[in-house]
């Protein structure tokens, strides 16, 4: 019933889906591939109504029992594992108030991650995310000095959120088409991504899912090295856009429809799982970082 009255919300704003409301099963195969562990902070930079945080909270009980954690363990897990930070009022209490009615008590503040007060977020163990699309509020660029990279695009901006990870820290993030292709601070931050962390994974989402007119996303799944140079050896791609239905309200989005990406994904968070080319004929394939540098560093690759 919650779920259900937070995406009527969503779904009555002007600004659409995805200000507010992530598919639920998006966040269910996001959070099971990256598999949040008892004792980890997680955070979401862009926590909207706190679908990123429950259902990673949900994941860690149902993997583990909390009748055999300490008294501590209980504690971190209900005062300190969630946190993050949220910029828009209306959908901050709401956040508030799910977090509430689920047993979470994290601090995920009022503000913009973009601003210097997403340079004091802790480091994170995760980070699940699906940030905001459009430009920066107001217009003009994130006032963080924290990033090598100044750019009026908030995806490519928030991109560079993976400084808030801990080495070896990994996270998934929700990102336009946009982020993968553009060139200028785009091409330099996909570039400074590839060498701090290992860009394993990109999972090309269908059309639909967010918004009516079919914005193009995709899901990052990506490792904080613990050198800054190199991280990133090749990327597999999976195409979960070719050939398939239109999805929306007439054709809703199921769990069952990442099924084959959570099976080529393996059981390793981290992207480290034995994995198979399919090649040309198949959804999920692999390119290597010389390519990749070849192509510019242009991460818009189809087949």
């Known amino acids: 019933?919650?779920?259900?009255?937070?995406?009527?919300?969503?779904?009555?704003?002007?600004?659409?889906?995805?200000?507010?409301?992530?598919?639920?099963?998006?966040?269910?195969?996001?959070?099971?591939?990256?598999?949040?562990?008892?004792?980890?902070?997680?955070?979401?930079?862009?926590?909207?109504?706190?679908?990123?945080?429950?259902?990673?909270?949900?994941?860690?009980?149902?993997?583990?029992?909390?009748?055999?954690?300490?008294?501590?363990?209980?504690?971190?897990?209900?005062?300190?594992?969630?946190?993050?930070?949220?910029?828009?009022?209306?959908?901050?209490?709401?956040?508030?108030?799910?977090?509430?009615?689920?047993?979470?008590?994290?601090?995920?503040?009022?503000?913009?991650?973009?601003?210097?007060g997403g340079q004091r977020l802790a480091k994170a163990d995760a980070i699940l995310t699906n940030p905001p699309f459009g430009t920066k509020k107001g217009g003009g660029l994130p006032s963080r000095d924290d990033f090598t990279y100044h750019t009026s695009n908030k995806q490519l901006a928030f991109l560079q959120q993976y400084r808030s990870l801990k080495p070896g820290g990994r996270a998934t993030v929700v990102l336009p088409d946009n982020v993968l292709f553009e060139d200028r601070q785009g091409r330099a931050i996909r570039a400074d991504l590839m060498n701090k962390c290992n860009l394993h994974t990109i999972l090309r989402l269908p059309t639909g899912i967010f918004y009516a007119q079919g914005v193009k996303t995709n899901v990052l799944f990506f490792q904080r090295g613990t050198t800054e140079k190199g991280n990133t050896k090749a990327v597999w791609f999976y195409d979960m856009r070719t050939n398939m239905p239109s999805f929306g309200k007439r054709y809703p989005l199921t769990r069952e429809h990442f099924a084959q990406f959570e099976q080529c994904y393996g059981d390793d968070p981290n992207g480290n799982s034995p994995r198979v080319d399919l090649g040309e004929d198949g959804r999920f394939r692999c390119f290597t970082r010389d390519y990749i540098e070849k192509r510019n560093e242009n991460l818009d690759i189809s087949w």
């Open 1 to 116: 019933m919650r779920n259900s009255l937070l995406q009527k919300n969503a779904d009555e704003k002007k600004s659409g889906a995805g200000q507010y409301f992530t598919p639920r099963p998006l966040i269910d195969c996001m959070v099971a591939l990256i598999q949040p562990q008892p004792g980890e902070l997680i955070q979401d930079p862009a926590a909207g109504t706190g679908g990123f945080l429950i259902a990673g909270d949900r994941y860690i009980r149902q993997h583990h029992d909390p009748f055999e954690w300490t008294e501590a363990q209980q504690s971190f897990q209900q005062y300190q594992a969630f946190y993050g930070m949220e910029l828009v009022q209306d959908a901050h209490r709401l956040l508030l108030m799910n977090m509430m009615l689920h047993g979470i008590e994290g601090a995920v503040d009022l503000g913009d991650t973009l601003s210097p």
